[in-house]
Nanobody
């Protein structure tokens, strides 16, 4: 069984920074793409950033220049460094990972439980 645990959220003032972390655990062969998503109250979940196993990244236009996704394959972790936070960044942030459970097995997407980020003065 694969488990993702995300952490690092909290309350921060506008202009502040936070670093989210997500750790994958369990038995699996390999983790492919990893990503961060967010869902604000009353809104649909949106993709924030993605990173391939080879460290190619993409960031949503709304966070470009402010957020940076990174990963540590040896530790099975993905991070989201968030700078210059704005009130509209307030949301529950979720990590996801495309996991190959075994050699030649079909990949499957797993999700973290979410961590709340609140940007307010």
């Amino acid at each position: 069984q694969v488990q993702l645990v995300d952490s690092g959220g909290g309350l921060v003032q506008p202009g502040g920074s936070l670093r989210l972390s997500c750790a994958a655990s369990g038995r699996f062969f390999r983790i492919n793409d990893m990503a961060w998503h967010r869902q604000a109250p009353g809104k649909e979940r949106e993709l924030v950033a993605t990173i391939t196993r080879g460290d190619s990244t993409n960031h949503a236009d709304s966070v470009k220049g402010r957020f940076t996704i990174s990963r540590d394959n040896a530790k099975n972790m993905v991070y989201l460094q968030m700078n210059s936070l704005m009130p509209e960044d307030t949301a529950v942030y979720y990590c996801s990972a495309v996991v190959v459970p075994g050699y030649n097995a079909m990949p499957r997407t797993y999700w973290g439980q979410g961590t709340q980020v609140t940007v307010s003065s």
